[in-house]
């Protein structure tokens, strides 16, 4: 069974940085694709950034490309959301979740919230 568990949530203030850590176990995760994505209060939830296990094809929204990084590592198990110049849009809760190469996302951690005041 695979369990996914965020931390590093919190409160910043507009333009700080902030790291999500997302532990993974219960498998082998060579073949797996982690995503993170976040839902704020009244809105969908929508993509955030995604990375392949084996460290290539990363993909970002446009919204947070060029703020956000996605880095991992292997030896813990662990893929981070490092995000950078925040915004009070940014605030929501952030879930990670991770998805065969081939599959839907359908192992979902169970959220971080982050607040970033203004």
């Known amino acids: 069974q695979v369990q996914l568990v965020e931390s590093g949530g919190g409160l910043v203030q507009d333009g700080g940085p902030l790291r999500l850590s997302c532990a993974a176990s219960?498998?082998?995760?060579?073949?797996?694709?982690v995503g993170w994505f976040r839902q704020a209060p009244g809105k969908e939830r929508e993509f955030v950034a995604s990375i392949r296990w084996s460290g290539d094809s990363i993909t970002y929204a446009d919204s947070v490309n060029g703020r956000f990084t996605i880095p991992r590592d292997n030896a813990k198990n662990t893929v981070y959301l490092q995000m950078n110049s925040l915004k009070p849009e940014d605030t929501a809760v952030y879930y990670c979740a991770c998805r065969l190469l081939s599959g839907q996302f359908n192992y979902w951690g169970q959220g971080t919230q982050v607040t970033v005041s203004s």
């Open positions: 219960g498998r082998t995760f060579s073949r797996y694709v």
